[in-house]
């Protein structure tokens, strides 16, 4: 099965994200139980330079950004790195983190959403069947 997600139009707005500064833009593209995997989410998001989204801790999923284009400073626990084009971060499950847009463009990412295995262990089993996969 094929799925098609317009990552490019209908963006939602979302102000002061986690305590944080400013508007960014964000979608869902897909589900975890779109596919056999343990994914919660696919996203896209884009944050305009001096947006902000504030500390926060990662109790529910694992997070891996995918860096599109422009420049951030992510906040991981105590440590703070400038990512860019090309870069990919994981916060792990009960892991700390913050974001900061920097620089002249919108900082956009791809962000897939994990289910850590204590989590996805307490949730009801999903999978595609042959036919939605094949589709």
């Not at 102000?15 to 500064?21: K, R, S």
Request: glycine share 14%; hydrophobic share 40%; proline share 6%.
């Amino acid at each position: 099965m094929a799925i098609i997600s317009d990552a490019h139009e209908g963006l939602a707005k979302l102000v002061g994200v986690h305590g944080g500064a400013g508007a960014l833009g964000w979608k869902r593209l897909g589900t975890g139980n779109m596919m056999s995997s343990a994914v919660d989410s696919y996203e896209i998001a884009e944050m305009p330079p001096g947006t902000r989204a504030g500390r926060h801790v990662h109790s529910r999923t694992e997070e891996l950004f995918f860096v599109l284009s422009g420049r951030a400073v992510i906040g991981l626990g105590d440590e703070k790195v400038e990512v860019g084009p090309g870069d990919a971060i994981l916060t792990g499950f009960h892991g700390v983190q913050s974001v900061d847009a920097i620089g002249d463009e919108p900082y956009r990412m791809l962000v897939i959403e994990a289910l850590p295995p204590e989590i996805e262990a307490g949730l009801p089993e999903h999978r595609p069947s042959e036919e939605e996969a094949v589709a």
